[in-house]
């Protein structure tokens, strides 16, 4: 069973930098999954902000392009989200998912607030 913890939230003026880091635990074969970003603000469905398939390839919500960063470190287990230039519209909680051969795993979330 494959166990994701996020880490890096907090709260960030308009324009500023965080970056989000989701350890995946449970697995030996990290590498070979794909790993996604999402984020749900109150009042709002969860949305799809970033991916990265186990072979590197990335996408982006248009809404974080150019903005936000994905990435990963399969030797640590590890997905990043390098989120820059941040709108308070981005303020949500942000979820690490992953998946392969059609299981899914979530993370618990962390809050990201950015003030205006």
């Known amino acids: 069973q494959v166990q994701l913890v996020e880490s890096g939230g907090g709260l960030v003026q308009s324009g500023g930098s965080l970056k989000l880091s989701c350890v995946a635990s449970?697995?030996?074969?990290?590498?070979?999954?794909?790993m996604n970003w999402y984020r749900q603000a109150p009042g709002n469905q969860r949305e799809l902000v970033a991916s990265?398939?186990?072979?590197?390839?990335?996408s982006y919500a248009d809404s974080v392009k150019g903005r936000f960063t994905i990435s990963r470190d399969n030797a640590k287990n590890t997905v990043y989200l390098q989120m820059e230039s941040l709108r308070p519209e981005d303020t949500a909680v942000y979820y690490c998912h992953s998946s392969r051969l059609f299981r899914n795993y979530w993370g618990q979330g962390t809050q990201v607030t950015v003030s205006s």
């Open positions: 449970g697995t030996s074969i990290f590498s070979r999954y794909d």
């Open positions: 990265m398939a186990d072979t590197g390839r990335t």
